[in-house]
């Protein structure tokens, strides 16, 4: 069968997995767990085969890090799924129970999305906390993982399939695409698949959007912002920036931009620039941000305004200067790509200014960006993080991945009768 | 200013919009009403203007009477601001509040889409519903009424925007788009708009969602099924079929495909044909539907497979026999459109089988499919129906017309911490 073929019996499958209970779902996540504990050995060989290639490319010790799979990554996916385990059914919930009438009950009614194929970079932990996401939450999913752990997701995929069918969840609720092109076929999909997810640089992500007519959940750009007050704590300010910056450059959540308040610039800026030079970071910036800072500076970090749009994901920032919490919240909401942005502040009426005023997915105070995650709200794990203002924002978890339906029941009751006046509706909720 | 112009503009605006309190919204509100039946003369006489050309361009009674604006009207439409104020606002919600660490709060915060456009069919009632959901969800909007009724669309909207402006709502929070051609400018604001809702026939919006970059929610088919099982009592099945067929034809969630048991086919079909027949509707179905019925028909309306992807908005409807509910299920996740679709039966079994297995935003028991709309289900008023399956579905109310934000406040905390063991999250739910 080609990609369409199975992504059409797939959504056949979708009712019955949408129907399975919590049950049933939790016993498949156990036998997972044990599969993928009792398979160790197997599943760190088949690792040791994509390190070993990877190393012949000459990857960087960044992604060899993001390769690797072993004690350590295992027992966090381990405990990621006592996490799912632990948490609540998200499906078959009632969110709204209201009699439209005396013999007319309405329920909306949690369900799962469906089919969801997501696409992601080369991390085997990933492949084993989407597909168990996807599980708890009733979903059935498409999973094409980055090329590079092929031969680790070959058998994490085997074992996690197997084992959930084994424990009685529907033949077919899982579904693994290994070849590049396939991605394509799966972007065709757009009558049996009902949501992508993608993960990966911003011109993969732009490149899945622009192609399919299947709703895409997550997000190109992470350009995040953090304003440092006229009011800042210069101790908490410096080690949050540092974090941001450094704790994982390359990811989505950190810091791109620094806007300073003017009042506070002449004796912050040198301290930020110390601070950044100790930890590796160039700074780039306005001309008046170096006319602060002592020596000189290349031509080329000093930026225009459309210089601001650039997302680095490198040990560089851009530095702005403002004169005002509301000019920082301009800039933010004009520059940046509504990911996450903090203020760094103890004066309660500019944080609430900017909480309010900034429009994006995550809105913090006195904290680094990096925090946007969904392990670290709490999620037990995320499919993704997403831009969008529709269906899911922010981190997503088990909550982004179910819809509803309304269902109401009656007695022959027909329109025509409360149109003409006959009937009158009796909107009362339980 | 050119509509990308506006839009942009709009942009700016929509933050000091989202940040009005309920009981401005509702100031807004009461004005709006007030000048609307302050100013009704003014409004009747322009509609009579678009009703005479109309007249002279030879519509049908159909449309004349949703052209019509007059003395009923306009008090559904101020009924309907009165429920309006009355609904608990929607947001500043406070969705979850979690302490993610002693010193670490995390809110998710209900906030509004932003810039929503909405190109509507002509029916002056629709352009206020439209513009006070937005107002009352904190979004600016963007309006493109149909031409038929742009005399009275003029003065509706300078009538709202002017009231809502003087009650204190952000100046430029309301547009109206006059232009056919401005349609194509407005697709193209990808950057500003937030979400796009057009509503009008299924090759419209087709055409919108294959013409942008911007969400798009509402829906192109509504393909709704009614099932009658072998356990359905007919004497609620006859009415509830003429009902869904007849009360509205032209609607969304008008009936289109009923599939009959194969055990009550002999018995129920005839009769049928005599309501239909009484009710003006015509029959197409396959060969042992007209097997089972008395005359000849003609050849045409001999159905094969792929004819039951038709959506008439006609008084034509097309009938099947299956052997069993979980046929029909699966005819209706193949063939329907996920919008509305109906069992009539008094066996619970099958009625909770149909209900969990059916992939729509509605699915009804024992009623007729005419029910799916926002104001029958207490919404107060909808800016359309949605089958999509991510952000909201079914009729849109004011639930779906916001988002959520994360707002998370520290003291300083950095992920490095965390990461490297120095710090432990304690979740926490408040």
């Known amino acids: 069968m080609n990609i369409q073929q199975e992504a059409h019996q797939m959504k056949l499958v979708s009712p019955l997995m ?3 209970s919590n049950e049933l779902r939790n016993q498949a996540l156990t036998a997972i767990r044990k599969a993928l504990v009792d398979h160790q050995t197997e599943i760190f060989a088949a690792n040791q085969l994509d390190l070993s290639r990877a190393k012949e490319d000459g990857i960087s010790d960044a992604v060899y890090k993001r390769l690797k799979f072993d004690d350590g990554k295992l027992s966090a996916v381990t405990e990621g799924i006592d996490q799912l385990i632990s948490l609540a059914d998200p499906i078959g919930r009632v969110r709204l129970h209201r009699m439209l009438d005396d013999d007319l009950e309405m329920k909306q009614i949690t369900c799962p999305i469906g089919v969801i194929g997501v696409i992601f ?3 085997p932990d990933a492949l084993i906390q989407i597909s168990t996401l996807c599980i708890k939450s009733g979903n059935c999913a498409i999973l094409k993982g980055g090329k590079e752990t092929r031969e680790t997701n070959r058998v994490l995929f085997s074992l996690i399939a197997q084992a959930a069918v084994a424990a009685g969840l529907p033949d077919g609720c899982l579904l693994q695409v290994t070849q590049h092109n396939e991605i394509d076929e799966l972007l065709s999909c757009d009558k049996d698949v009902d949501l992508l997810i993608p993960r990966g640089s911003n011109a993969f992500v732009q490149y899945i959007m622009n192609n399919t007519k299947i709703p895409v959940m997550g997000h190109a750009d992470g350009i995040c912002h953090i304003y440092v007050d006229a009011a800042a704590d210069f101790a908490k300010a410096l080690p949050i920036l540092v974090d941001a910056k450094t704790q994982y450059t390359a990811a989505c959540n950190a810091v791109e931009t620094i806007l300073v308040h003017r009042s506070i610039a002449p004796d912050f800026l040198p301290k930020l620039a110390d601070a950044f030079q100790a930890a590796n970071v160039r ?3 306005t001309k008046e941000v170096f006319d602060l800072l002592p020596g000189s500076y290349p ?9 601001f749009h650039t997302e680095y994901l490198d040990l560089i920032a851009s530095v702005k200067i403002v004169d005002s919490v509301e000019e920082a919240v301009d800039h933010i909401n004009r520059f940046g790509s509504h990911h996450t942005d903090a203020i ?7 944080a609430n200014y900017f909480l309010s005023m900034v429009d994006s997915a ?5 904290i680094s960006t990096r925090f946007a995650d969904g392990f670290r709200y709490g999620f037990g794990a995320e499919v993704g993080i997403s831009t969008s203002k529709l269906h899911a924002r922010g981190p997503v978890g088990l909550e982004g991945l179910v819809t509803y339906k309304y269902q109401i029941c009656g007695d022959g009751n027909i329109v025509a009768d409360y149109a003409q006046g006959r009937r009158n509706f009796h909107f009362r909720d339980l």
Chains 1, 2 share one sequence.
């Open 362 to 366: 995550g809105v913090y105070r006195n």
């Open 283 to 285: 700074i780039r910036g």
């Open 121 to 123: 970079e080369a991390r």
């Open 344 to 350: 760094l502040t103890e004066d309660d009426a500019a």
């Open 18 to 20: 949408a129907n399975t």
């Open 299 to 307: 031509q080329e970090d000093i930026m225009q305004e459309e210089d």
